[in-house]
């Protein structure tokens, strides 16, 4: 049974990973919804501690509120576009992959190259599957983005009955 997938590496696809990735947790507007939340408090605090002439506490709770809205707005909006412009010449690649009984095999088209790869079940470390994308880890810092929408000759589940056997917990589901 041989099902096929694709996907081209554009800033929608890369920032789906860089959030899968990042909030690890949580949903990101979930988290950064909680963080609203904390930065509020923080500063009713600070405000309480002006209040009653606490000026260093208010300070420090100020400082810590705009370090975490940063660090979120960071993390948001301005990781995910670092990331793409980092692939350089690979924006834009398209892989197509071929799930098989014992792995996948890749082919990458880009502008200046050409390749074709299998990848074995057994040396996948982890999946994290989302609503729209599956992440294939080939290792902690890199991943095949398959697109859920082009899947063709079976289907999502098909891909997870073969995937989430090997990997148990370190299949998650991230939806």
């Known amino acids: 049974m041989n099902i096929n997938a694709s996907c081209t590496f554009d800033y929608k696809s890369v920032k789906a990973l860089t959030h899968a ?5 949580l949903k990101p507007k979930t988290n950064f919804i909680l963080v609203i939340v904390l930065i509020v408090i923080l500063i009713l605090e600070a405000v309480y501690g002006l209040r009653y002439g606490l000026v260093s506490q208010a300070v420090l709770l100020f400082v810590v509120s705009a370090f975490f809205l940063g660090g979120n707005v960071f993390a948001y909006f301005f990781l995910p576009k670092m ?22 095999k890749i082919t990458s088209e880009g502008d200046l190259f050409h390749s074709t790869g299998e990848v074995k079940y057994a040396l996948i470390p982890k999946v994290m599957e989302t609503s729209a994308y599956l992440f294939i880890f080939s290792n902690k810092n890199q991943a095949f983005i398959v697109d859920k929408s082009t899947v063709t000759n079976g289907s999502v589940d098909d891909i997870r009955k073969i995937l989430y ?9 991230r939806n």
């Not at 990735?21 to 947790?25: C, D, E, G, M, V």
């Not at 924006?91 to 009984?101: A, L, P, S």
Request: with cysteine.
């Open 21 to 25: 990735t990042s909030y690890r947790i």
């Open 83 to 104: 990331r793409y412009k980092a692939l350089g010449k690979m924006q834009g690649t398209k892989n197509e992959y071929i799930f098989c009984e014992d792995g996948i």
């Open 165 to 173: 056997p090997r990997l148990k917990q370190k299949y998650i589901m």
